[in-house]
């Protein structure tokens, strides 16, 4: 009887480890979705202040506008590191992890191919035992029973071997696929948070450099400049009632100023008062398409 | 009318910057409480994740229990790096911005005062005008109505000054705040970024450290200890039924010989198989007590 038991102990320990990593693979599975989902949608937050930045910079002096648009671009290209990471959780994490429910259907169908001969193991055993009760005497009945006895042992045995194997190899696969899964998850935030550290200490330096002094400059000198401008040529009320972008002669005289004194920034601030399509400017593609496209949420 | 005509304008500059500030500070407020708030939901899925991780690891033999507790650990420190993110990004950046309501308003009255103070202006020009069409030989009300006029265009010019004080201000505190504001963003962020890149690096190691090969022979030394166990003393049935965990003998035995192997690591194993509330052994209280505690999410 100690086979059986014995068998009957070790199916158990082979069920727990299947039913362990169905329950928990499963659960890592939806749970590191739902983190990927959240990701997404901080991505998505942190795109929606990148087009408010870039809306706000156009409405500010120069000096600011630069500024924030230097701004929304690393944040932008944080973004596009973000849209990275989430395609590759998808693709390297939560799909492996999707996968593993074809692999337990088959141990588990191997455990109810066991159970079934080891039942059999377990009624030739009791057709024995009754037997021997019964008719004790019966000498070729017993020996009959004691064949199949030892034929449905051997079958078990056999199906033991089998299905040792097979969780065996199950066991191995799911501690390899444990180590990959979570090495290529901790990897892929290490990289991201790596790439976000690096754009993040590049738009410090740029908030940094801001010249708050020459931007209010800026704005004093727009506020006498709509005068002095209205003084030299006095308007008619229509001309005055007219849509024409308040700012833009002085702004424009301002940026002629500075490409002279700063060469190396007249372009960036040229081009953008002259066409709203160069508000993307310097965006990366990835991040402009993201805007234009919806997002996969599910 | 010149310098009629001149504070029309220039209180439209005026009140399009206010304008601006209002309608773009009332954004991005809403805008970055919702970056916050979706932060804090990846926080608390990450630190289901962790629990997950805790749970499954007692579920697994010593090395990858080990593995998985010390992933486990990480991701929990790097959730209480998070925490602090989202504490930090309320205070330093959603509540400054939600603030600015006040000054807005504050300005917004300035402005309006100094509307009153110009339609008076106004009026006492219109006034003047139409006296000198319909009695222009009426020299004492003319004369009286042109000192209306002066006191007018001296309280509308001393308003001006004041208006124009006020938005000088706010701009320059505008400029200012909004320069510490993103400033602080980026450092909050590039703090987390920074933690993360750390917690995640040991991370890794410690994923890498992970002997495949040890685990394999530790199942398979289960699976021979399950049978050894029964072949030395042969169990009754009801000893069989009883709910002992099946795992325990082997994994003791298991333990003892990795504490002399691994004296270092002997103490890591021990506590977490005999006191379950060992599972949050070396996890930050912080993280602890986030756990037990529900999050604060608006």
């Known amino acids: 009887m100690n086979t059986v038991l014995f068998r009957d102990s070790q199916v158990r320990v082979m069920e727990n480890t299947v039913t362990n990593a169905e329950k928990y693979f499963g659960q890592f599975c939806s749970l590191l979705a739902a983190y990927t989902r959240k990701t997404a949608r901080l991505r998505d937050k942190a795109d929606q202040l990148v087009k408010q930045l870039i809306d706000f910079a156009n409405t500010e002096n120069p000096e600011m506008r630069v500024t924030l648009r230097n701004l929304a671009e690393d944040l ?4 596009d590191y973000r849209q990275a ?17 074809t692999q337990i259907k088959q141990t588990r169908a191997e455990i109810k191919k066991f159970k079934h001969v080891r039942n059999n193991e ?4 009791e057709k024995l035992e009754k037997l021997r009760q019964k008719s004790p005497s019966d000498r070729q009945m017993i020996s009959q029973a004691e064949t199949s006895v030892q034929r449905a042992s051997v079958d078990a045995s056999h199906t033991t071997h089998q299905l040792e194997e097979t969780v065996d190899a199950f066991q191995k696969q799911k501690l390899k696929d444990l180590q990959k899964i979570f090495s290529d998850f ?18 410090f330096q740029a908030l940094d450099n801001y010249d708050l002094e020459r931007d209010v400059e800026d704005f004093r000198a727009k506020m006498r400049g709509v005068c002095g401008h209205y003084n030299a040529q006095p308007l008619t009320d229509t001309t005055l009632s007219a849509a024409v972008p308040w700012s833009l002669p002085a702004q424009r005289d301002r940026s002629i100023i500075r490409s002279q004194r700063r060469e190396e920034e007249a372009s960036k601030d040229h081009p953008a008062e002259e066409d709203p399509v160069d508000d993307l400017k310097g ?13 996969m949420e599910k």
Do not use: C
Request: glycine share 4%; net charge positive; hydrophobic share 45%.
């Open 186 to 203: 901790v990897t892929i935030e290490m990289v991201f948070h790596t790439k976000a550290v690096e754009v993040y200490s590049s738009a």
């Open 85 to 101: 990471q989430v395609e590759r959780l998808e693709t390297k994490v939560v799909n492996p992890l999707k996968l593993y429910g």
């Open 76 to 79: 932008a290209k944080v973004q």
């Open 283 to 295: 965006l990366g593609w990835d991040s402009i398409n993201r805007m234009k496209a919806p997002h």
């Open 122 to 125: 377990i009624k030739q055993l």
